[in-house]
């Protein structure tokens, strides 16, 4: 089982920064994918921004270039720097990450951290 514990969120003023991290633990053969998402109260799920193995990045609008993604594959972290906030990123953050799980080839499955609350507010 894979276990991913975000880290970084909390309370900052308009035009304000944070980093969030996510550290991935337990048991598995590799990590593919990992990225961000997001979920405004009373909103959907949304993507913020992913990044492969590789370090190849994709942001979604929400990001607006605002926003940087990064991991350290030594540490099974994955980062994001957020900029700029205004009061339409609060949001609880979720960390995400595709693993290969199980014996031999084993199985490619998605985790979800249990998420980081964002708050933008004078």
């Known amino acids: 089982q894979v276990q991913l514990v975000e880290s970084g969120g909390g309370l900052v003023q308009p035009g304000g920064s944070l980093r969030l991290s996510c550290a991935a633990s337990?048991?598995?053969?590799?990590?593919?994918?990992m990225g961000w998402y997001r979920q405004a109260p009373g909103k959907e799920r949304e993507q913020v921004a992913t990044?492969?193995?590789?370090?190849?990045?994709h942001y979604t609008d929400p990001a607006n270039n605002r926003f940087a993604i990064s991991r350290d594959n030594g540490q099974n972290t994955v980062y994001l720097q957020t900029n700029s906030l205004n009061p339409e990123d609060t949001a609880v953050y979720y960390c995400?990450?595709?693993?290969?799980?199980?014996?031999?080839?084993?199985?490619?499955?998605?985790?979800w951290g249990q998420g980081t609350r964002v708050t933008v507010s004078s």
């Open positions: 990044i492969t193995p590789d370090g190849r990045t």
């Open positions: 337990g048991s598995y053969i590799s990590i593919g994918s």
């Open positions: 995400y990450a595709r693993c290969r799980t199980g014996s031999g080839w084993g199985v490619w499955s998605d985790f």
